[in-house]
């Protein structure tokens, strides 16, 4: 149990110092931003806090101090929460209001510090064995220390919460909205581990073992903190992310076309523009020219393409002659008109031409002037058209 706690204690802290160096790379054009060294001590003190919880799980005493990792960690914890609070204001209030409430969280924070420092000493903290700052042992001092830290991380997390929401909808920054979404689930996770804490520490005062629920507060901890690091680190990766979010779709997109183009390619292969080839560099024009291709590839087998084809063949997994009862008519749709393609393929190579075919008809009435719709149900006809191929 100790080895699963102490791993939690380590992955917070990776994460922490992960984000520490990610944000340190933008000093030189940032440092003059004091919402930016804000960050940075916030994500400092994150990386204290972890380490220092790191520390407590291998030794009792530190700086030859008993259970003085314990109380740096606390301490830390609670500076934490308030630095995390201050940028949360001034990411999204206005500078005389977040200066003002700035300052009410930084008394607080410090009145915190003196009330857990002084109930440390009184409790004679650095005598007591560490496994007493994890469940109290049923001394009121040690549980009054511990309750009284609980709330300072539970207190920060619910108010985080509140204001996220609003915040997020005033903004028209994407990224910052992001940011503040991913935030708000950082303050939900991070508040479970408050409750999951405050049970530990009561069932333990009440004689009652939960056993390996025990590690349920460690592992919301970690997971929340992982969250908050991501959400304070949004503004810097978050662009390059959705980039390479929207390659990657438009690259299955791209892949997803490939068997429905390469037939109309061999079928006509005047509809490409340029010779084929894999690279995918410039993968919009790609695309683009990829749909197109495909439309005009079907517009040529038109005269072959049978009117009276309305069910497709059975595929893989259907009983019914179809892609099942259950499926949308918009799927239905595609795998009939695959169905027409595959059969109209063929009969343009042996050079049937259907009696009532689709020679003066449009594409079904389909709004090909909206690329990205063009593109969802383009790749909804391919898909159809790859499990008939399979099946055939």
């Known amino acids: 149990m100790n080895t699963i706690r102490t791993l939690c204690f380590v992955i917070a802290a990776l994460s922490s110092y992960a ?18 060294r804000t960050l940075i001590t916030t994500l400092l003190l994150q990386c204290l806090t972890f380490t220092m919880g790191a520390v407590a799980m291998g030794s009792q005493s530190f700086l030859g101090v008993g259970n003085l990792a314990i109380l740096c960690m606390h301490l830390s914890a609670v500076a934490f929460c308030v630095s995390a609070q201050i940028i949360l204001l001034r990411w999204a209030a206005a500078d005389e209001e977040a200066a003002r409430k700035a300052r009410y969280w930084l008394i607080t924070g410090i009145a915190l510090n003196v009330l857990l420092t002084a109930l440390f000493l009184l409790a004679d903290g650095p005598g007591r064995p560490s496994s007493d700052f994890d469940t109290g042992s049923g001394q009121p001092l040690v549980l009054t220390y511990l309750l009284v830290f609980i709330v300072s991380q539970a207190v920060p997390c619910v108010t985080i919460f509140r204001q996220c929401g609003p915040y997020a909808r005033m903004t028209d920054n994407a990224s910052l909205r992001q940011a ?47 969250i908050l690091s991501l959400s304070l680190t949004n503004s810097s990766w978050g662009p390059a992310a959705g980039r390479l979010l929207e390659w990657s779709r438009t690259y299955r997109a791209y892949r ?36 197109v291709e495909i439309r005009d590839g079907w517009r040529d087998l038109r005269p072959y393409i049978d009117r009276t084809t309305a069910t497709p063949p059975a595929t893989p997994g259907s009983g ?27 009969a343009k190579r ?21 690329f990205v719709a063009e593109v969802a149900w383009l790749t909804q006809v391919a898909s159809a058209y790859s499990k008939l191929g399979r099946a055939s």
Request: hydrophobic share 40%; net charge neutral; with cysteine.
């Open 350 to 370: 042996s050079g049937t031409i259907p009696r009532d075919n689709k020679d003066a008809g449009d594409f079904d009435d389909r709004d090909t002037n909206n």
């Open 19 to 36: 984000a520490l160096v990610y944000r340190l790379c933008q000093v030189r054009r940032s440092w003059r931003d004091s919402a930016y």
């Open 256 to 291: 997803a076309l490939y068997p429905l183009w390469r037939d109309l390619y061999e079928s006509s292969p005047d509809i490409a523009l340029e010779p084929p080839g894999a690279s995918v560099s410039d993968l919009n024009y790609r695309l683009h020219r990829r749909v």
């Open 320 to 346: 019914d002659g179809g892609p099942g009862r259950e499926a949308s008519e918009e799927l239905r749709q595609a795998f009939t008109e695959a169905a027409q393609i595959k059969q109209a393929l063929v």
């Open 180 to 226: 503040l979404r991913m935030l708000s689930v950082a303050a939900v996770v991070l508040f479970l581990y408050c409750t999951a804490r405050t049970v530990n520490i009561l069932t333990a005062a009440a004689g009652v073992d939960i056993g390996v629920w025990k590690l349920a507060s460690n592992i919301f901890s970690a997971t929340g903190i992982v």
